[in-house]
Antibody, heavy 122, light 107 residues
């Protein structure tokens, strides 16, 4: 089982970026998935989650109304659309999987990608 | 919103010694508590879930205890690969908050 993120890069304040997380080695459509970020030298911040069927989504307050999580089960891919980016959004962005199927976040995160770096700077 | 607080921020320990550090929740999370280990440049790795159950392939020297608002992670005899940062996370309520981390460094 594996998660591989991509789509990070350098973007100006106010800009947009779309992150992807491609999954392999497990039944993608059976698992809730999440995005967690880590600013340089800092701790982990939970930002978004989506249920296995995509019907329930959560966004933490710092990103609500600016970021949107989605999934395409036909492509085994999780997305994070990031708009109106701010300097404080600079971080490594990790995708992660629920430990059990059909649990939508009420379990630990047992599989993580290696992350993709997002830098917001003028 | 539940706030997770870890202590100490840094713990200096010699190889072979025991390391114990804490995680406190601002309100009860039952046993919905996980511990993760993170090494520089790597993704977090799940160690403990359900406050006290070891994840797959995690050595027995790692143990977790607690429930409600007070939790502890113990490494019974530190090995060189255990020097890392450890985070707790509650998954009882949204957002799935993490503690700020405890860095275990070589004494």
């Amino acid at each position: 089982a594996q998660l591989v993120e991509s789509g990070g890069g350098l973007v100006q304040p106010g800009g947009s970026l779309k992150l992807s997380c491609v999954a392999s080695g497990f039944p993608f459509n059976s698992y809730a998935l999440h995005w967690v970020r880590q600013a340089p030298g800092k701790g982990l911040d939970y930002i978004s989650g989506i249920s296995s069927n995509g019907g329930t989504r959560y966004h933490a307050d710092p990103v609500k109304d600016r970021f949107s999580i989605s999934r395409d089960d036909s492509k085994n891919t999780l997305f994070l659309q990031m708009d109106s980016l701010r300097l404080e959004d600079t971080a490594m962005y990790f995708c992660a999987r629920d430990q059990r199927t059909y649990s939508y976040g009420y379990v630990a995160l047992d599989l993580w990608g290696q992350g993709t770096m997002v830098t917001v700077s003028s | 919103e539940i706030v997770m607080t870890q202590s100490p921020v840094t713990l200096s320990v010699s190889p072979g010694e025991r390391a114990t550090f804490s995680c406190r929740a601002s309100q009860s999370v039952g046993s919905d508590l996980a511990w993760y280990q993170q090494k520089p440049g790597q993704a977090p790795r799940l160690l403990i879930f359900g406050a006290s159950s070891r994840a797959t392939s995690i050595p027995a020297r790692f143990s977790g205890t607690g429930s409600g608002t007070e939790f502890t992670l113990t490494i019974s005899s530190l090995e060189s690969e255990d020097f890392a940062v450890y985070f707790c996370q509650q998954y009882h309520d949204w957002p799935r908050a993490f503690g700020q981390g405890t860095k275990v460094e070589i004494k």
